[in-house]
Each structure stands twice: as structure tokens, then as C-alpha cells.
């Protein structure tokens, strides 16, 4: 059950999210919607190159039981954090960051019993988490004193689009990180598991 929870961390959903969340920004403050995109942006990026560093030349952090950051982990902490902040606060302002914590505890806790052990490792899991839990506060931290307005209509059409797509068939982007990533070290092909982990047979890095 928990194993087929995870998968809507993956982009399937969590994309989804972050556009939705960027059509609210738009409608309320342009500036808003562009920190929004650069936290989006800067998020995706470190967890992409951890992967891509990891499939393709094998660099891994191996003493902290590191191949590469959970991308399910840091979506969820990303996007559940900031789109509870904002769906509260557009029914009582002061219920902003106590929502923002409720989001950072529930994620967290998906993230180490949903996400690891099935997707991930348990370090692997925290270290997107971390990733998603520190881009989620420090986009909160930078709106702190701007006025964002969404519409009940607006909130309540967004979560009708993200339950359409937690429907799809669920997909990653394995498959184009491993070419990618080949592609650019000139490996036979991508790194799948660490050689340094006692279960690496079992496991890969998506």
C-alpha cells in the first residue's frame, strides 16, 4: 500500500502541482509566480544533477549512503508545503505558517515510510526531502510580506486537475536521465546501483 502511495510523489502528479500553483501565482502577483518558478527551477535542477552525476560518471556522496536525491521526496516536500501555506492563508492569513508546518510534517513523513524503502534508501529520501523542505520555506519566507489572492473557484479547480492526473498512469524520467547521462560521459550505460551498498542488486537509483 505504502509502496504504491509513493509513486504520486513522482512528477506525474507533482507537476501538475507545481503548474497549478504557478496559475495561482499568475493571478494574484507576477513577481510571486517568479520566485515560484526560480524555487521550482533550482530544486529540480540539484536533483537532476545529482542524478546525472551519479548514472553518469558514478559520483555518489557514499559515506552518507548517497547515490542521488530522491526527486518523489523532494516534489512532495516542495509542493504540499507551499500549496497548504496558500490555500490557508486565502481563508485566515494567520494559519499561513502553522499550515506550512502541518505540510512539512505530513511530507516528511511520507517521504520515510512511503518513499524509502521502496523508491528510495532512507538517506536518499531525507536528503530530497531536505531539499523540498528548504526550497518550501525559503519560497514562503520570500512571499512573507506580499499579497497573494486566489479564488475559491481557482483553489478548488486546481485540486479537480490534480486528482485527474493522481489518476494517470504514473511515469519518471529514468529513462531520459539515463540517456542523458550517457550521452554525456560517454559511459556504456548509466549507473544503476552503488556498488558500496550491501543491497545495491535490489535497488536502483531512480
Known amino acids: 500500500m ?8 513522482g512528477i506525474t502528479v507533482m507537476i501538475p502541482a507545481a503548474i497549478i500553483i504557478a496559475v495561482w501565482l499568475r493571478y494574484s ?4 509566480l ?3 518558478l526560480i524555487t521550482v527551477g533550482a530544486a529540480y535542477t540539484l536533483v537532476a544533477l545529482s542524478k546525472l552525476l551519479f548514472k553518469g560518471w558514478g559520483l555518489s556522496f557514499q559515506h552518507m549512503d548517497i547515490a542521488v536525491l530522491s526527486g518523489h521526496a523532494m516534489n512532495t516536500c516542495l509542493m504540499v508545503t507551499v500549496a497548504s501555506s496558500l490555500v490557508a492563508r486565502q481563508f485566515n492569513p494567520a494559519l499561513r505558517w502553522p499550515a506550512a508546518l502541518g505540510g512539512v510534517f505530513a511530507s516528511l513523513w511520507f517521504s520515510a515510510f512511503c518513499v524509502a524503502p521502496y523508491i528510495h534508501p532512507l538517506n536518499e529520501a531525507l536528503a530530497g526531502a531536505a531539499l523540498g523542505v528548504g526550497a518550501a520555506l525559503a519560497f514562503l519566507w520570500r512571499i512573507e510580506a506580499t499579497s497573494i489572492k486566489v479564488s475559491r473557484s481557482f483553489i478548488g479547480g486546481g485540486l479537480a486537475v490534480l486528482l485527474a492526473c493522481a489518476l494517470l ?12 547521462a550517457i550521452g554525456l560521459s560517454g559511459a556504456d550505460q548509466a549507473h544503476q546501483a552503488p556498488s558500496w551498498r550491501a543491497d545495491a542488486p535490489r535497488r536502483t537509483a531512480e
Open 2 to 9: 505504502r509502496a504504491e502511495f509513493a509513486q504520486y510523489g
Open 29 to 32: 502577483n507576477p513577481w510571486a
Open 34 to 36: 517568479r520566485a515560484w
Open 169 to 180: 498512469p504514473k511515469y519518471n524520467a529514468e529513462v531520459l536521465l539515463n540517456r542523458v
